[in-house]
């Protein structure tokens, strides 16, 4: 299930501009308000739109996918709603940096990267075995038990991540976190590949000894 093209255009056209617009009138005097809603509006909407879609999507397709992208869609909209209350005067404006790219945008970007490098690993074994042979599913390749995993390593980074913006004095604990996590992502994106490799290698040593 997609978004109607309308109101993403409408939802582009709106968000690209409007952090220069809202810029400018600061700069021409306009209250931090008006800066903290050009960033807070754009990210509740985008949030807002994700959890819509997944919960009225028709088909129930790549559960872990899903995780990924509900857990950073609620980060996204605390984000949003950090900013919009640092507009008011409310000491939330690191804590919006934290809960968008700390954890939001990370936790989306993760969840696809691994759902891509499966599938255009899964194209490239397709090219290079030959016809009759048959290929490990994408979910083979990287499998739910490993994304869960992954999740829960970005989502156990939420926690120490998110005081930072309060106690600096964690900002190690902080960025052990967040390496952990993508460590664990890295493994689910190493391990896709050697078995990519380790098929194709097999493959190869019974083409040969057929030949």
Same mark, same amino acid.
């Given at each position: 299930?997609?978004? /109607?093209?309308?109101?993403? +255009?409408?939802?582009?056209?709106?968000?690209?501009?409007? /952090? $220069?617009? !809202?810029?400018?009138?600061?700069?021409?005097?306009?209250?931090?308000?008006?800066?903290?809603? +050009?960033?807070?509006?754009?990210?509740?909407? $985008?949030?807002?739109?994700?959890? @819509?879609?997944?919960?009225?999507?028709?088909?129930?397709?790549?559960?872990?996918?899903?995780?990924?992208?509900? +857990? %950073?869609?609620?980060?996204?909209?605390?984000? %949003?709603?950090?900013?919009?209350?640092?507009?008011?005067? !409310?000491?939330?404006?690191?804590?919006?940096?934290?809960?968008?790219?700390?954890?939001? *945008?990370?936790?989306?970007?993760?969840?696809?990267?691994?759902?891509?490098?499966? $599938?255009?690993?899964?194209?490239?074994?397709?090219?290079?075995?030959?016809?009759?042979?048959?290929?490990?599913? *994408?979910?083979?390749?990287? %499998?739910?038990?490993?994304?869960?995993?992954?999740?829960?390593?970005?989502?156990?980074?939420?926690?120490?991540?998110?005081?930072? @913006?309060?106690?600096?004095?964690? !900002?190690?604990?902080?960025?052990?976190?967040?390496?952990? !996590?993508? +460590?664990?992502?890295?493994?689910?994106?190493?391990?896709?590949?050697?078995?990519?490799?380790? $098929?194709?290698?097999?493959? %190869?040593?019974?083409?040969?000894?057929?030949?």
């Amino acid at each position: 299930m997609s978004p /109607p093209p309308r109101a993403f +255009a409408a939802w582009l056209a709106c968000t690209v501009p409007l /952090p $220069f617009v !809202a810029a400018v009138a600061r700069l021409l005097g306009a209250p931090v308000l008006v800066p903290a809603l +050009a960033l807070a509006l754009p990210a509740l909407a $985008f949030a807002g739109a994700l959890l @819509w879609l997944h919960r009225h999507a028709p088909h129930r397709r790549n559960p872990s996918l899903v995780r990924f992208w509900r +857990a %950073g869609s609620l980060a996204l909209a605390a984000a %949003g709603v950090a900013a919009a209350a640092a507009g008011t005067g !409310a000491p939330t404006a690191m804590l919006a940096g934290v809960l968008a790219l700390g954890i939001g *945008v990370p936790l989306l970007v993760n969840g696809m990267l691994l759902e891509i490098v499966a $599938f255009i690993t899964w194209i490239a074994l397709r090219g290079q075995c030959p016809r009759g042979v048959r290929i490990p599913a *994408v979910g083979r390749l990287v %499998g739910d038990a490993e994304k869960h995993a992954a999740l829960c390593a970005h989502w156990r980074q939420r926690y120490s991540c998110s005081p930072r @913006w309060a106690q600096p004095a964690l !900002a190690r604990v902080a960025g052990i976190a967040m390496a952990l !996590a993508y +460590a664990t992502s890295a493994g689910c994106l190493l391990r896709c590949l050697l078995r990519a490799r380790d $098929f194709q290698h097999e493959h %190869g040593h019974a083409q040969a000894a057929t030949a």
